[in-house]
Nanobody
């Protein structure tokens, strides 16, 4: 059994910053790629950033230079530092982790519960 708990969302003014966290717990053997997605009202869920186990990162164009994804393998946690936030960044943000559990010899994708980020003056 694996649980993902997200935190750090909230209301922020344009130009402000937030730091999201997603902590995994349970029967975890290894966590491979970690990702952040977001879903704005009326839109499909979209990938924002990815970090591999060795720390390589990927960002979609609309967050490059503003968002930073990082991870702490010892804590099974992924972070998303969001700076220079814009109203169009308003969305529910979800973490997505590729986890190999100790209970089964397969890697599966797990989702966090989502955290609301609202950018408004």
């Amino acid at each position: 059994q694996v649980q993902l708990v997200e935190s750090g969302g909230g209301l922020v003014q344009p130009g402000g910053s937030l730091r999201l966290s997603c902590a995994a717990s349970g029967s975890i053997f290894t966590i491979y790629a970690m990702r952040w997605y977001r879903q704005a009202p009326g839109k499909q869920r979209a990938l924002v950033a990815t970090i591999t186990r060795d720390g390589s990162t990927y960002y979609v164009d609309f967050v490059k230079g503003r968002f930073t994804i990082s991870r702490d393998n010892a804590k099974n946690t992924v972070y998303l530092q969001m700076n220079s936030l814009k109203p169009e960044d308003t969305a529910v943000y979800y973490c997505n982790l590729d986890i190999h559990t100790s209970a089964a010899p397969v890697t599966a994708a797990y989702w966090g519960q989502g955290t609301q980020v609202t950018v408004s003056s």
